[in-house]
């Protein structure tokens, strides 16, 4: 059951605004149409008026054009936006997109980090504050959130995911709508939402970027379309189509889903944008015979909007002509641009106030994006209580690693001209003004020069302790950036074993967008912090965490596997015939390597915390339910006890997961249904509640026409603090 998610109205479908949209289409001519219908991308914010190529203006000024991408500023935005509504026939203003992914001025942990969270909250902030910024500046529209789910942790996009799971990643979703839309699309502070890739472009063969994505019916539906149907349940005016097939036909094409699932399964009335030349990759893919054929088909399937691409406009009314498009799809394509802009309230205030332009990070924006990082940050290892930093007793600190005093820790999809975010060394040494805080940075991010490494050998031998920053500079992730190695680049690695070897205690504070295999280095050292890409407070939320000043309580959203020859590797796997059993490793015929231990190195759901939690026996309140009932609504409550028993307070994500043991179709060995980031102060002992409802034990079937089936038999419902959660009680379906 969603967790109390706020009912937010889905953008309200008016009278008012069906009425305008009637007499607009009754006014416009064919080519006008079609130009609503095309969206251009504006040569990137090179000032007033030299923005673009020209072609955005002369379009505009036809009024054979919809939308603008990449225009940012309010004078900009303005510039543009007043050729469409003063000098174009019908004066039909223009929405503008942008890539506002994690932020805009203020850059907020990647995606991937906020999932780590288990706390939608740090996505809503990160949504409105994205949000304000963006509108003021002329944006109403952001290509956000990208709710792939996805196995592959070669995928460079993973880093703008939120993860392996499918209910962490609708709650996402949730938040992340919510946050950029608020209730009311056409306030000065919120922008439109945009779920993509629509779908399953995570699930891209060998993580290889764009490629084949082959899936059964069971699992378009079980894993890859319910973050998407979250987000149109919390009212995403907008949907974008994925750059992959599904199952031979390209998503950008693909009327079963497009139309079928999207449009009449969900009642998705907003508008579908096709992603960059989307439309006309139909070619190269193999679907689309010449662009004319791939307008067609994309226009036919349900795409409404062309980014980039024109076979809309340079092939429609020929198409419409011939019969070959039809008048009533057109027509639809068109309204739903035109509700998208009336929902906006484009029409009734076309510009954007240039005094009011947010044009930098506010002291408030800062602080929030500081305390979702700090949120979002995975304790992996801890021994001997290394962290926190013992700010008193430590004298000298030695602060080494190329990301040590860098401020390349965005991540992907950070806008170009946001600010770079504040570096590790400087806010160490603001955090601990009493200790020498020396500095080396060993080895570059990348890359074979080991010169450093002596210097950073002689530093960390002549401090008291070390924090070592390592890990993925932002390039290497995020679109297109594939990975077949997902260890730490250049000689990352021999830096760590270096100064572990110095004996002196090391934390390593680790830094990507993705997965990373952590090789035995990782039994050199005392601690181990994923922070992810954290933003433009990283070096502020990292120190908040190194010294206690935060309690690390984020879990991790994806699993990290041994090698990356285990991938994919994933948590809500089946079990397989031949199950690999740690009790009996010997065992050979069974579902395993033989070059590496079995299972991940840390398991989704983990994370450390600074103190330690005990968890009960889950209970339920009642053992038996029957499908009817399931059916009609009724739940089934799952209470278990959480104590604090170390002497720090602290959070605790209480993970549900539930198992069918015997289906008509497998299901997954866990399956989050539920969690919850609570509080405790040390000692404290508290009572966590869950409801188990129909859509958390059923499934889908492999029936194409979309059946969502309940059976009877046995639920296990498992709680615990990671998806290795063992206690369990049974549910018995009747
Ligand atoms: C890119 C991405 C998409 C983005 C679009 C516009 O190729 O796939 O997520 O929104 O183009 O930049």
């Keep these: 059951m969603n967790q109390g998610e706020p009912a937010m109205p889905n953008p309200a479908r008016t009278d008012e605004h069906e009425a305008r949209i009637a007499g607009l289409l009754g006014r416009m001519t064919v080519e006008e149409k079609f130009g609503q219908l095309q969206q251009l991308a504006w040569a990137w914010n090179t000032g007033p008026g030299g923005g673009s190529t020209g072609a955005v203006e002369a379009a505009a000024r036809k009024g054979l054009l919809g939308s603008v991408l990449n225009v940012v500023g309010a004078a900009n935005s303005n510039a543009v936006q007043r050729i469409a509504v003063e000098e174009s026939r019908l004066g039909i203003p223009l929405v503008f997109g942008l890539d506002v992914i994690h932020g805009f001025h203020t850059t907020f942990p990647i995606p991937l980090a906020q999932a780590a969270a288990f706390d939608p ?95 059964s019916e069971q699992r378009l539906r079980n894993l890859y379309l319910p973050p998407f149907e979250a987000a149109v349940e919390a009212g995403a005016a907008t949907v974008m189509a994925a750059f992959n097939t599904v199952s031979g036909v390209p998503a950008h094409a693909n009327p079963r889903t497009l139309t079928g699932v999207l449009k009449d399964g969900w009642g998705f009335d907003g508008v579908v944008v096709s992603d960059w030349t989307g ?37 429609g009314p020929a198409l419409l002509e011939r019969g070959e498009l039809s008048r009533e799809r057109l027509d639809d394509a068109v309204a739903r641009v035109l509700r998208l802009k009336l929902r906006l309230g484009l029409f009734e205030r076309p510009y954007v106030e240039v005094s009011a332009e947010i044009t930098a990070p506010g002291v408030g924006a ?11 940050m995975v304790l992996l290892k801890n021994d001997g209580g290394a962290l926190p930093l013992d700010a008193t007793a430590l004298r000298t600190l030695a602060v080494l690693g190329p990301f040590a005093d860098s401020g390349d820790l965005l991540g992907t999809w ?30 570059p991010a990348d890359g074979s020069d080991v010169s450093g490494l002596p210097e950073a050998v002689a530093t960390a031998t002549a401090a008291d302790a070390v924090v070592l920053v390592v890990g993925e500079p932002s390039e290497i992730s995020g679109e297109a ?48 912090v994923m922070a992810w890409h954290p933003g433009i407070e990283a070096g502020p939320a990292v120190a908040d965490v190194l010294t206690g000043a935060v309690v690390p309580g984020g879990k991790l959203p994806v699993t990290f596997p041994r090698t990356v020859g285990q991938v994919p590797l994933y948590y809500n796997h089946e079990r397989t015939g031949r199950p690999y059993d740690p009790a009996v490793p010997e065992e050979k015929y069974v579902s395993k ?13 983990y994370g450390l915390s600074y103190t330690t939690f005990d968890l009960g026996e889950p209970a339920l309140s009642r053992e038996r339910i029957s499908v009817r009932e399931l059916r009609e609504g009724a739940t089934v409550e799952v209470t278990v006890r959480v104590r604090n028993t170390g002497d720090r307070d602290g959070e605790e994500v209480v993970q549900l997961y539930v198992r069918d043991p015997a289906a008509s179709i497998v299901r997954p060995v866990r399956q989050l249904r539920g969690f919850q980031r609570v509080r405790l102060a040390a000692g404290e ?33 498992h709680t615990g603090n990671s998806s290795h959660a063992r206690a369990h009680r049974t549910l018995r379906i009747t």
């Design 685 to 717: 002992e508290r009572a966590v509640r869950f409801t188990v409802g129909a859509e958390d034990i059923g499934f889908w079937t492999n029936d194409p026409a979309g059946v969502f089936t309940l059976e009877p038999g046995e639920i296990h419902l």
């Design 121 to 215: 909250e740090v996505t809503r902030t990160d949504g409105e504050v994205s949000a304000a910024e963006a509108r003021s500046n002329g944006i109403h529209w952001t290509f956000s959130p990208m709710v792939d789910v996805t196995h592959e942790p070669r995928w460079g996009r993973i880093a703008e995911s939120p993860g392996e799971d499918p209910y962490l990643a609708a709650r996402y979703a949730v938040a992340k709508v919510h946050g950029y839309q608020g209730d009311d699309l056409s306030a000065p502070d919120r922008v439109a939402a945009c779920a993509k890739h629509f779908a399953a472009y995570g699930g891209a063969e060998g993580g290889r970027d764009y490629n084949t994505v082959d899936v």
């Design 481 to 528: 950036a594939v990975r077949s190695d997902l260890g730490l680049p250049g000689h990352q690695e021999e830096l760590i074993r270096a100064v572990a070897a110095t004996g002196t205690p090391c934390v390593v504070v680790l830094v990507g967008g993705r997965p990373l295999t952590i090789g035995d280095w990782a039994d050199q050292v005392q601690a181990v």
């Design 593 to 605: 390597y033989l070059d590496v231990q079995d299972g991940p190195r840390f398991p989704f759901g």
């Design 366 to 376: 800062r602080a929030a994006a500081r305390e979702v990082a700090g949120r979002c």
């Design 279 to 315: 439309v006309q990759e139909l070619i190269a893919h193999g679907s689309a015979a010449d662009e004319a054929e791939a307008g067609r088909l994309a226009l036919s399937a349900g795409v409404d909007l062309e980014m980039v691409s024109t076979t809309f406009v340079d092939h």
């Design 414 to 443: 950070a806008l170009p001209g946001a600010p770079e975010a504040v570096p590790v060394l400087r806010s160490l040494r603001e955090a601990l003004p009493h200790a020498v805080v020396t500095h080396a940075p060993g080895v």
